[in-house]
């Protein structure tokens, strides 16, 4: 049973571009959460979406952040027009029902 | 904010156990609690959980007070490859409130030769 995957691993972006984080969540799993962990900091809640819902974004910066999770496909956070202070690790844990979660390897997002 | 306090580090010589301690003297009747650990920044790995009774798997045991105020983990024969970061975490498991994680700052765990 493969893992909770994350891609693109690592994401290089200008600022003022846009970001796609994309997580595909371990099979039978259907709750998926977005967290972030800016350098030298602590893991932050972001979001959490079951399949085309979202049930809670209360950690979700009231702009350029969205987030989706569709009937078919992976769960994609989406950040626009990013700047310098989104630099930072974005992982996705899943979890079947609201158990135990578990996260994928993450995708280190840099800002130049 | 985190509901529960730990040491900000510690360090544990190879192949000794390792008992990393938790206070979470307000946690509700229906919170468990949840042991992960990041190594190297990479994903956190789940370790281990429970409600009120003690918990051992593969990787480690979990042993609650009775008053379920603090808990302590153990890593039985603590390796190099067990350093890492470790979270312990109160949360509701199966409640329709969302069932996020709460990270602290963690105990920072250095198993030394």
């Known amino acids: 049973n493969a893992g909770v995957m994350q891609n693109p691993r690592h994401l290089v972006r200008r600022r003022g571009q846009e970001a796609r984080l994309r997580c595909s969540p371990m099979?039978?799993?259907?709750?998926v959460y977005w967290y972030r962990q800016l350098p030298e900091e602590g893991l932050k809640f972001m979001v959490y979406?079951?399949?085309?819902?979202?049930?809670?974004e209360s950690g979700m910066p009231k702009e350029r952040f969205s987030a989706e999770f569709p009937k078919e496909g992976p769960s994609i956070l989406r950040i626009q027009q990013v700047v310098r202070g989104d630099s930072a690790a974005y992982f996705c844990?899943?979890?079947?029902?609201?158990?135990?979660?578990?996260f994928g390897p993450g995708t280190r997002l840099l800002v130049l | 904010d985190a509901k529960t306090t730990q040491p900000t580090s510690m360090d544990c010589a190879e192949g000794r156990a390792a008992n990393l301690p938790c206070n979470h003297s307000?946690?509700?009747?229906?919170?468990?609690v949840y042991w992960y650990r990041q190594i190297h920044s990479q994903g956190p790995q789940y370790i281990i959980h429970?409600?009120?009774n003690n918990e051992t798997n593969e990787m480690a045991s979990l042993i609650i007070t009775e008053d379920r105020k603090s808990s302590t983990l153990i890593l039985p024969h603590a390796t190099l490859r067990d350093t890492a970061v470790y979270y312990c975490?109160?949360?509701?498991?199966?409640?329709?409130?969302?069932?996020?994680?709460?990270f602290g700052q963690g105990t920072e765990l250095s198993v030394k030769p």
């Open positions: 844990a899943s979890s079947p029902q609201q158990e135990t979660q578990y």
């Open positions: 099979k039978g799993h259907s709750h």
């Open positions: 979406l079951q399949k085309e819902n979202i049930i809670d």
């Open positions: 307000t946690i509700s009747g229906n919170e468990y």
């Open positions: 429970g409600l009120k």
């Open positions: 975490i109160v949360r509701v498991q199966y409640y329709n409130q969302g069932g996020k994680l709460i």
